[in-house]
């Protein structure tokens, strides 16, 4: 018996060390290896298309590959402090700025500051198109809100801490008591803390004929999908307003940021984390390149009759 | 066009993105139930065999890592081989080997609880003819998985189909980067976020037949060795 | 020699408690005794099949066969059952023994079948041949013929003597047939309550027994 389970043991130990022997990685650092630059970005970003669209363009001009982890903006942050990108595009300013002021952000040469602000959308309420709380006469985005809530009509919530949602709680009267944290926030029965993507907010939106924020290119790529209108009940009821303006930045991750162990939350000595500083800085360069400004500003036109982002001069 | 029709262009036009998922997605479950069979077997086998002390607790923790969440196995795995992890610099993180890791670690519980509840009857016939012929370790164990074929068959089976339908370990772990760690999974999950519904179902499609051929072939297997036993 | 101390309890019933029991080597022994009076436990003791509070003198370097009542067959041919306990490297070498072995069993008409489908005599045999097919030092056999028929049991019983004799083997017995025990035993020891109440020479024991129990038991039997 003991013979047996010493067998067992030390056949577990074989195992276990020859898939970690077959799991090392390639080795990246050999000269043929295809360099690689890893970004992070929220769903919302990569959902649009946009990347996808620009990526051949970039990998031909510049000879590097990009890896683009998308997640909610909590998520794309946080990849970079556990080390693990080596640029985040995202946009949410507050989080952003908390990001840069913890030293997780690093000045590319020739730019004024870490956060490299470098196109922009506007968030757009839509609702269903018979608009019962009238949102559309609204003399203003935080009035609209004021009537759905005062009427209290089904809104549909990212609810997860993401760029939207955080646009979105700051168009609420404050005495409502809405936060971004569910522990604390007030709840109502009209208001649908969905916690899921942008995608399926909408569509959740559109089953229960209820109103939510979206950002313009999902809702514009739902409308025009190529399988016909997947939003048939809704419809845009406000845009345009400067507190719905969405800006999309890029910051570099600095190599020399304070990172902590993800594990114990001691601080790892300098040099612990590989950050491919080079692959960073090719990569803000290349996205504010004329090349990309024009692609950037003329997507969207072909499919869906506007563009979906405008560059920032 | 349904999503019937889309499944069957998606497979016929040979869209070099979609062979690079099937190929990762196949990869990664192929390996993951494999190292998973391996180390829950032996482990499921070394607990039905042997009587020790602590036996029932050790068979009840295994019953309840069975269920473990695949999201918290994914964010467990991602803060150890994450950069700032202690095991980030073997710079693992969105690799198909680390979404392989996770799963194993996923998969291997439910391979040694399953075996354990399926050959411990076996076992139990077995034990005594066994301890008395004096037989050496691996004949041993050779003999009880030879007994067992059937039902290890099917724990393969079970551990091939948690492994190719998993979806919230890999998309943490891997981060369902295009053309390196986008599985069918993380690609469905991905479609219903950006509304491409059909794309999700054809792409669910291709998906069951790929189970339905490994099914077929283990089948086969089952009857294959059913015709010799008689 | 080897001598045996063992105490064995389920629960709060003893089922086993024997105290400096010896076996000469070479020689032949019978345990009888009423179901449950702890031969199984005894011979499963001296297997090291079960744990028990005692030791067991004598069997370092040393060989032990043992075959449960039930035995197990293998779900492969009878004759891959029975060179089962063979070395790998000496399988082919050994095939030809098995054979001879099954033959001698008038077994050879199955050696093809799968073993799994046997009947419970045959199974026995089978076993039986599998435990012969290697030389041992001690062979335990539990109740060796106890689903065979007349016939079978005899052609058993010679196959064993006669590998008794090639080998040199000690073969300690457990059986409920008194005939059984005459033909094969040098010894008898009888159990009861997982004590020895009388051991000696067996024609001895089972004419002349000493003990009350073993004299009981005996008349049970003839009756």
Redesign the interface.
């Known amino acids: 018996?003991k013979?047996?389970?010493a067998?067992?043991?030390v056949?577990?130990l074989v195992?276990?060390l020859v898939?970690f022997v077959a799991?090392?990685?390639e080795t990246?650092d050999t000269p043929d290896a295809p360099k690689v630059v890893?970004i992070s970005t929220t769903?919302s970003v990569n959902?649009s298309?946009l990347m996808?669209y620009l990526?051949p363009y970039f990998e031909a001009q510049t000879g590097y590959k990009w890896?683009?982890?998308?997640?909610g903006t909590g998520a794309a942050i946080n990849?970079a402090?556990?080390?693990?990108a080596d640029v985040i595009l995202v946009h949410s300013k507050s989080q952003e700025e908390a990001f840069v002021s913890a030293g997780f952000g690093r000045k590319v040469e020739g730019y004024d500051a870490e956060r490299v602000s470098f196109m922009y959308n506007y968030f757009v309420l839509v609702g269903p198109t018979a608009d019962p709380a009238g949102a559309s006469d609204a003399e203003g985005v935080k009035a609209a809100f004021s009537a759905i809530a005062t009427g209290e009509h089904t809104f549909i919530s990212r609810g997860d801490k993401s760029g939207t949602h955080t646009a979105e709680l700051k168009l609420w009267d404050a005495s409502l008591g809405l936060t971004n944290d569910p522990a604390t926030s007030a709840t109502y029965t009209w208001y649908v803390s969905a916690g899921q993507?942008?995608?399926?907010c909408?569509?959740m939106a559109n089953e229960q004929g209820g109103y939510c924020l979206t950002d313009k290119a999902?809702f514009l790529?739902?409308k025009n999908?190529a399988?016909g209108d997947?939003l048939p009940g809704l419809s845009i009821l406000f845009e345009q307003d400067d507190a719905m303006k969405n800006t999309y930045s890029m910051i570099a991750v600095n190599p020399d940021a304070p990172?902590?162990?993800?594990?114990t939350g001691e601080a790892?000595p300098a040099g612990?984390?590989?950050?491919d500083t080079t692959a960073a800085d090719v990569f803000i360069n290349w996205m504010n390149s004329e090349t990309a400004r024009t692609l950037i500003a003329q997507y969207g036109i072909e499919q869906y009759g506007a563009s979906l982002f405008t560059v920032i001069e | 066009m349904n999503a019937f029709e889309k499944a069957w262009v998606l497979v016929t036009s040979q869209d070099p993105m979609l062979q690079n998922i099937v190929k990762t997605t196949l990869e990664m479950a192929f390996s993951s139930s494999a190292i998973a069979l391996l180390l829950g077997v032996l482990i499921g086998l070394v607990v039905a065999y042997n009587d020790f002390p602590g036996k029932k607790i050790v068979v009840v923790i295994m019953r309840t890592l069975m269920g473990l969440p695949p999201v918290v196995v994914g964010i467990v795995v991602y803060i150890l081989f994450s950069g700032t992890g202690p095991f980030g610099h073997l710079k693992l993180i969105y690799s198909v080997d680390l979404m392989i890791i996770a799963q194993v670690v996923l998969i291997t519980p439910i391979v040694a609880g399953m075996t354990e509840t399926s050959l411990s009857p076996l076992v139990d016939r077995m034990r005594p003819t066994l301890k008395g012929l004096n037989l050496s370790l691996p004949k041993k164990t050779a003999l009880v998985l030879f007994e067992g074929k059937y039902q290890l068959i099917a724990v393969y089976l079970f551990a091939f189909a948690r492994a190719i339908s998993e979806v919230g370990a890999i998309q943490i772990v891997g981060g369902n980067i295009l053309n390196k760690t986008r599985t069918m999974t993380t690609a469905i999950a991905l479609n219903y976020n950006t509304g491409d519904f059909s794309l999700a179902v054809a792409l669910g499609i291709i998906l069951l037949a790929i189970a339905l051929g490994v099914n077929l072939v283990a089948g086969l297997l089952q009857i294959g060795l059913k015709k010799r036993n008689d | 020699m080897i001598e045996i101390t063992a105490r064995k309890k389920y629960g709060d019933r003893v089922v086993l408690d024997i105290d400096k029991l010896r076996f000469e080597k070479g020689r032949v022994y019978a345990l009888i005794g009423t179901n449950g009076s702890g031969k199984s436990t005894l011979l499963q003791a001296l297997a090291k099949v079960i744990d028990f509070k005692g030791d067991v003198k004598g069997l370092t370097g040393k060989d032990v066969a043992y075959m449960p009542q039930k035995s197990f067959a293998f779900s492969t041919s009878v004759l891959a059952n029975v060179t089962a306990p063979c070395p790998i490297h000496r399988i082919f070498t050994e095939r030809a023994k098995a054979k001879r072995l099954l033959k001698s069993l008038a077994l050879d008409h199955l050696s093809k079948k799968n073993a799994s489908r046997l009947s419970g005599g045959e199974t026995q045999r089978v076993a039986l041949a599998r435990m012969l097919v290697a030389p041992h030092d001690f062979l335990l056999l539990d109740e060796p013929s106890a689903s065979l028929d007349v016939e079978s049991t005899l052609i058993s019983e010679e196959v064993l003597m006669d590998y008794l004799e090639r080998t040199g083997c000690t073969l300690i017995f457990a059986t409920h047939s008194i005939a059984q025990a005459k033909r094969l035993a040098d010894e008898v020891i009888v159990l009861d309550g997982g004590k020895v109440v009388e051991r000696g020479f067996t024609d001895q024991v089972l004419e002349n027994p000493e003990n009350d129990k073993t004299r009981s038991f005996l008349e049970q039997f003839n009756r």
Not at chain 1, 81 to 84: D, E, F, I, L, T
Not at chain 1, 197 to 200: D, R, T
Not at chain 1, 259 to 263: A, I, P, R, Y
């Open positions: 018996m013979k047996f389970t067998f067992a043991l056949l577990l195992l276990s898939t799991c090392d990685p990246p890893r769903t959902d298309g996808a990526q890896e683009i982890s998308s997640a990849s402090k556990y080390g693990n993507g942008m995608g399926a909408l569509t999902t790529s739902y999908h399988d997947k990172f902590v162990d993800s594990v790892l612990t984390v590989t950050i």
